[in-house]
């Protein structure tokens, strides 16, 4: 079971001595252009392109996306990487195929972050074999906003629970 702290700060401050994992819910068609995922974009631009690109793999299929995760390591000239002692990890959460009118409904959203989380799960095992990345009470750290429930319209509870049934330590920052 996931233990959930909540902070009450900006997610991009976020500092660790070993390389932060910051995650966010995002859409399979390589935009990141409003709320939380257009400040992703501003602080860590390398990240950006290498998500776009990756969204371009799957054009004829999109929701071949869905309940994945692409975990990227930032380059440190992004600007959200100053003050801080390792790059940042940003882990995009795949969970609603398109976003505006034609994003997934909630039960699909909620089903998919679940997934994402079993599929970030497995990749920090892996990457903790050979990079430092923030632990804590011996489980990995992830720092997220309230996602899936700004743009995508799902009720935070929600994600909250299938959140919950995981084994990182999970920090929400909340404004």
Known sequence: MSKINYIKGD?????SSASAILAHACNCRGSWGAGVAAIFKRQFPSTYKLYVEHCKKY???????????????????DPGNSGRHNVAYVACMFTSDAFGRRKNGPDDIVENTDKSMSHLESQLAELSRTEPIEEQECAHVVNMPKINAGLFNVPWEETETVLKKHSVLINVYVI
């Open 59 to 77: 054009a004829s299929n999109p929701s071949g996306l869905l309940g994945s995760t692409y975990l990227i390591k930032s380059e440190s000239s």
């Open 11 to 15: 997610l991009f401050s976020h500092k």
